[in-house]
């Protein structure tokens, strides 16, 4: 698929997304090149429709900038209760709606949007589409004081851990001033038992594995059919 199918296709699903949002809600917005499209069709609606929201956040500086650029006025988390509907791409989805993302580093901020809010969709074009999770590495942000202990520990798994580096070739630092271990196990074994572990290893801050958290998932498919699957 040329990369003017794939934009095509992820604009039809941010599309479809952009008219499941209720004016006046609480809305959560996520990161990426398929959401650059949802924030456009939210644009869309406010020029043409009046639609306006009554708060919102989102899990990207990119997005934040694009969303003012457009008139909506963008708040911290902290500042809300909890987002009516989150809106998100995904790096991967699996057959039961778990995902890995994370893929922009951005993995904390949009697992901490993602849970408090009561409604989660991801739109994705079918190439995040797979049975198993894998097919990309999952991200795990690391706190310093503990990294090179994490590392190993990983590596002992043989979850064939890997340092994300920036384009300066350091270790890539996170808005929270961690690192991100890519761990590129593929298949992810045992998705919920791999959750369990890191989410009860310290230094551990937080890991790509979504689980058990989409309600719904908006994929374009390349035959030009847009599907919905529910959990
Ligand atoms: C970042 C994400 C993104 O939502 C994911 O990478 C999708 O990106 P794109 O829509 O550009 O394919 O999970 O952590």
């Not at 990161?31 to 499209?37: E, M, Q």
């Not at 894998?134 to 706190?143: D, K």
């Not at 340092?163 to 045992?190: C, F, K, Q, S």
């Not at 989409?214 to 919905?228: F, N, P, Q, R, Y």
């Amino acid at each position: 698929m040329d990369k003017q199918e794939q934009d095509r296709l992820k604009k039809e699903a941010a599309n479809k997304a952009a008219m499941m949002v209720k004016s006046g809600s609480t809305l959560g917005v996520g990161t990426g090149s398929t959401v650059a499209f949802f924030i456009d069709a939210l644009g869309e609606r406010k020029d043409k429709e009046g639609f306006s929201l009554a708060h919102i956040v989102t899990t990207s500086n990119r997005s934040k900038k694009q969303l003012e650029s457009l008139g909506f006025k963008v708040e911290e988390l902290s500042a809300i209760d909890q987002a009516d509907l989150t809106v998100d791409g995904a790096d991967r989805v699996d057959d039961e709606l778990n995902g890995i993302k994370g893929g922009g580093g951005a993995l904390t901020l949009e697992k901490n949007v993602a849970i408090n809010s009561k409604k989660i969709i991801w739109i994705v074009d079918e190439s995040k589409l797979v049975h198993r999770l894998g097919g990309f590495p999952l991200p795990v942000e690391v706190l310093p004081i503990s990294c090179e202990q994490n590392f190993k520990r990983f590596e002992q798994e043989g979850l064939k851990p890997q340092w994300r580096m920036d384009e300066n070739g350091d270790r890539y630092v996170t808005h929270y001033g961690n690192y991100i271990i890519d761990l590129a196990a593929d298949p992810v074994p045992a998705p919920h038992g791999l959750a369990d572990f890191l989410d009860h290893t310290v230094g551990v801050v937080e890991h790509g594995l979504f689980l058990d958290m989409c309600d719904k998932v908006i994929i374009a498919h390349s035959d030009g059919t847009i599907e919905e699957k529910e959990r």
